[in-house]
Structure formats: structure tokens, C-alpha cells
């Protein structure tokens, strides 16, 4: 079964850091790129950040490039997100999502995780 | 890097069909084939339901359809059934690495 588990999540103050990690199984990971996803509460969806298969192709929202970082590591099957300097806005619940063709980055997502909430206070 | 633009919200009665639109610019929907659609019920996780503008995944039913015409895509949903009152969300490649989403659509079945 393909899944993704999202952990890292919680409360933190405004400024402060978070490392979200999503565990990947089921497939095999080394050859998808992926992707992180918000939903602030009662909101749609919104695209955070985006990486290919190889890390060769790396992408941010506006709202968060230069404070967040996507990374993966192929032979831990897991993806990263270290959030840097967070704001308010950036409360959400945050889905780690898989592309549904391999060593290609834009077709579309077709695997997603449960998701992990993170919820910064001012 | 603005949202795609979607109607707040489309209905129709079980049997019928429901078109929602999203509108995007020539720097993404106009650009690229790649749009795709995603279904979400309350509470769960979004569901891919088309990508690459007309394509479906396996497992989704062919009452789902996509298209584009310019820099607009639309999803129509054929037959509407009960369970297919949800929202839904396209998305778009914009190019740089860089994915948009829609403003999504609350679907009614009447």
C-alpha cells in the first residue's frame, strides 16, 4: 500500500523554526518528485514547495521562499520541510503529496498523506 | 503567483451534469497541458481526479471529464451522484518549478 506519514508538526511562537518530515512507503520514492501542501483551517488549498525526483528541480510559493526549504533523501525514503521565521499565516495543516508520474515534477499529485498541523501563535 | 480562479460554488440535481470553470493567465493554464483536479470531502485528504488537462487515474470514474480552451480549464461531472458533493480544486504547472492552485468550487447535489 502506498502511503505517506507527516509528522513534525505542533504550536510554536512567531520566529520560530519547525522541521516537518514525511516517511514514504509503497513505492519507490527515489523515482517521484514531491511536494508539501497547506490548507489553513476553514481554507483552500495552497502549494508550498516542490521537489524533483533528484533534487535537481527545486520550487516555493512566493509566501515562503526564503524562509522554508524543501530537501529529501532518497535512501531514508523521507521529505523535509524546515520552516524558518514563521508567521501566523503559516498555521495549516501541511499534506506531504506524491507526483503521479515518475522523473517528471508537473503532472499532477495522486498520493496524499494524512497531513500534520502546524499552528504558529503571535 | 496569484490563485487560479474558481466559482464559489456549482449544484445540480442527481442525474445531471455540473461544469466548474478555473480561470488562470498565460503564464500558467494558458501555457502549460498541465492542469489537474482534486476532490475533497470534509475532514479527508484531497483525491486526484484529472491530470494533464483530460486524463483520469485509474479508479476514477468516467462521469469525470476534463478540458481547456485558452487560459481556462473546466472539470464537468456527468451523471451527479450524491457522493460527489464535495469541493474541488484544479491546479495548474506555472512554470519555474511552481504549482498554482484553484480558489475551489463547493459542489451541491441537490
Known amino acids: 500500500e502506498v502511503q505517506l506519514v507527516a509528522s513534525g508538526g505542533g504550536l510554536v511562537q512567531s520566529g520560530r523554526s519547525l522541521r516537518l518530515s514525511c516517511a514514504a512507503s509503497g513505492f519507490t520514492f527515489a523515482d517521484y518528485a514531491m511536494h508539501w501542501v497547506r490548507q489553513a483551517p476553514g481554507k483552500g488549498l495552497e502549494w508550498v514547495s516542490g521537489?524533483?525526483?533528484?533534487?535537481?528541480?527545486?520550487g516555493y510559493a512566493d509566501s515562503v521562499k526564503g524562509r522554508f526549504t524543501i530537501s529529501r533523501d532518497n535512501a531514508k525514503n523521507s521529505l523535509y520541510l524546515q520552516m524558518n521565521s514563521l508567521r501566523p499565516e503559516d498555521t495549516g495543516l501541511y499534506y506531504c503529496v506524491k507526483e503521479i508520474v515518475s522523473y517528471y515534477y508537473y503532472y499532477g499529485m495522486d498520493v496524499w498523506g494524512q497531513g500534520t498541523t502546524v499552528t504558529v501563535s503571535s | 503567483q496569484s490563485a487560479l480562479t474558481q466559482p464559489p460554488s456549482a449544484s445540480g440535481s442527481p442525474g445531471q451534469s455540473v461544469t466548474i470553470s478555473c480561470t488562470g493567465t498565460?503564464?500558467?493554464?494558458?501555457?502549460?497541458?498541465?492542469v489537474s483536479w482534486y476532490q475533497q470531502h470534509p475532514g479527508k485528504a484531497p483525491k486526484l481526479m484529472i491530470y494533464?488537462?483530460?486524463k483520469r487515474p485509474s479508479g476514477v470514474p468516467d462521469r469525470f471529464s476534463g478540458s481547456k480552451s485558452g487560459n481556462t480549464a473546466s472539470l464537468t461531472v456527468s451523471g451527479l451522484q450524491a457522493e460527489d458533493e464535495a469541493d474541488y480544486y484544479c491546479?495548474?504547472?506555472?512554470?519555474?518549478?511552481?504549482?498554482?492552485f484553484g480558489t475551489g468550487t463547493k459542489v451541491t447535489v441537490l
Open positions: 491546479s495548474s504547472y506555472a512554470g519555474s518549478s511552481k504549482y498554482v
Open positions: 494533464e488537462v483530460t
Open positions: 521537489i524533483s525526483w533528484n533534487s535537481g528541480y527545486i
Open positions: 498565460s503564464s500558467d493554464v494558458g501555457t502549460y497541458k498541465y
